[in-house]
């Protein structure tokens, strides 16, 4: 999720919303095809829908204005998963990378390369 091309997406979303659209982290946005970026901004609908629903991820410091924790963190399928097996039950196992300074976390089996 390269900032020059989609900025405002932070790790967390980013690797949500790859995960759910299959594509790798390292994958070049100048060689997707149409349908791909298609598949990816229906992906960003609805990570972020998901997560307002949830009312945002409390993993680090992020409270809502009550105090309260959001719950995004406890249905996350990519992001700070390392090791854990993939979600799609596909045979993946989470891994994590690290992308223009960044964590990025993806599933070894379904978002190859």
Request: hydrophobic share 30%; glycine share 10%.
């Amino acid at each position: 999720m390269d900032p020059y091309f989609i900025a405002g997406i932070g790790n967390i979303y980013s690797d949500e919303i790859l995960w759910n659209a299959g594509y790798h982290p390292l994958a070049r946005v100048e060689k997707l095809k149409e349908k791909d970026l298609k598949k990816i901004f229906g992906s960003i609908l609805k990570i972020l829908k998901k997560a307002i629903q949830y009312q945002g991820d409390s993993v680090d410091d992020y409270r809502l204005p009550s105090g309260e924790k959001g719950r995004y963190q406890n249905i996350q399928k990519a992001y700070q998963q390392t090791g854990k097996k993939c979600s799609k039950n596909d045979g993946g196992v989470i891994r994590r990378i690290k992308v223009g300074g960044r964590s990025a976390h993806f599933c070894s089996k379904h978002q190859k390369l």
